[in-house]
């Protein structure tokens, strides 16, 4: 079911919304103020403006939806995304809204949720756990995809021969490790381009910077290309080259993923060369997901958004639309 199909689907279906309707699965406790729905969202931080843009969407989704929403802003800490779900359950919220920090450890805390009767939705991230119906559904893009098009965009520009450095995303984060997955199998059937290096940057712009200084330390010359995880490791890399005399997006390529406005200005700049976009705007699909998991209605446990390419051909004619 594509994110179209979905919307249509969830939007229409019955008269009444998430914000009105007694659900027909879990129970209807935890009305807020005035009877109001509410629903719990556990988002990681706010260390980058894309993860900015999708805690906004969630909230301007929910008000306009009538929903009391409690957000807990954990800091970067899965030990305090796990203790804001449990007082969530506490409260008897009627859903959850997770952004995951990681892949695991999160079984004990999300059986706790369904044996309280409350959906967890998953957005942007997933979770590596044994039973898939501890969650209602996953809403994100297709990291692996991204890797693979991003991989495979920087090898037609190099001419299938470079020397490249990969910033990964926070470590054991899904799309840290799906990123990485799909990059290197587009990788594989290019011989002579070389990972000389591949490091996390923690999906922050002051790691890709650091991180970037001290590789172009032990590579030097050898560096031609860089890939990073996301845009904000791909300005900090960029920042790194020109302080040693290179210049990124002409001796070096950069490629990146997210699609922010800021890479669409380095683009159009000429200092970044292209960025897969990953949309953060996923509050009008958690709250719809949300409100069919309510109705007792069955979804499917993977909500795909379809992403793109972005580079010097396209960029300046897409960077008015962006939204983000």
Request: aromatic share 6%; glycine share 12%.
């Amino acid at each position: 079911m594509n994110r179209q199909t979905f919307l249509r689907l969830a939007g229409g279906a019955a008269a009444c919304s998430l914000a009105a309707c007694q659900p027909s699965g879990p129970s209807g406790g935890g009305a807020g103020s005035g009877g109001k729905r509410v629903v719990g969202f556990s988002q990681i931080g706010a260390d980058n403006p894309w993860r900015t843009a999708e805690t906004e969407s969630i909230k301007a989704e929910a008000a306009k939806r009538g929903i009391e929403l409690k957000f807990s802003d954990a800091q970067g800490q899965q030990e305090a995304q796990i203790s804001a779900m449990r007082s969530f359950i506490a409260q008897g919220v009627q859903g959850i809204i997770l952004a995951p920090k990681v892949e695991t450890g999160w079984e004990a805390i999300l059986k706790e949720a369904k044996d309280a009767k409350i959906p967890v939705v998953l957005v942007d991230r997933g979770v590596a756990v044994a039973d898939d119906s501890l969650y209602a559904t996953l809403i994100a893009s297709d990291f692996v995809a991204e890797g693979t098009m991003a991989g495979e965009w920087l090898a037609k520009k190099c001419g299938g021969k470079a020397g490249v450095i990969q910033l990964e995303g926070t470590t054991g984060s899904a799309p840290a490790n799906d990123r990485k997955k799909g990059f290197e199998a587009a990788m594989a059937s290019h011989p002579e381009i070389k990972v000389l290096a591949s490091q996390t940057g923690d999906f922050k712009r002051s790691d890709g910077k650091n991180v970037m200084e001290a590789l172009l330390k032990v590579h030097g010359a050898a560096i031609t290309a860089v890939y990073a995880h996301n845009d904000d490791m791909a300005i900090g890399a960029i920042q790194a080259l020109e302080a040693a005399g290179r210049r990124p997006g002409k001796d070096v390529v950069v490629v990146s993923i997210d699609g922010m406005g800021f890479a669409f200005d380095a683009i159009v700049e000429g200092k970044l060369n292209a960025t897969v976009e990953c949309n953060p705007l996923l509050g009008e699909m958690a709250f719809a997901a949300l409100e069919q998991v309510l109705k007792g209605e069955a979804l499917p446990k993977l909500l795909v958004q379809k992403d793109r390419l972005f580079d010097e051909s396209n960029a300046a004619a897409e960077r008015p639309n962006r939204k983000y």
